[in-house]
């Protein structure tokens, strides 16, 4: 199953998690944020890309929404 978790404001980048490490969207280089241990130990409300194994943060006010087939889609609208 695949899960993605959008926003409208952050200021975290979008990015993807595949094999348990997170990746920038846009550019595929690993990605560490202030609120990570590092591209592998998200904490907060951005573990939820792990929730069931590879996923999605998406930031829509900079990036295209790809073109993806998701099964849960958390949407979180400040």
Known sequence: M???????KCKQESFYIKDG???????DT????????????????????KL???GYFIKVDDTELPDLELDIIFISNF
């Open 2 to 8: 695949k899960l993605a978790l959008i926003v409208d």
């Open 21 to 27: 490490k997170s990746y920038l969207i846009n550019t």
């Open 30 to 49: 690993p990605y560490q944020f202030p609120h990570s241990i590092n591209n592998e130990c998200h904490i907060g409300f951005w573990s939820y890309t």
């Open 52 to 54: 069931l194994g590879d």
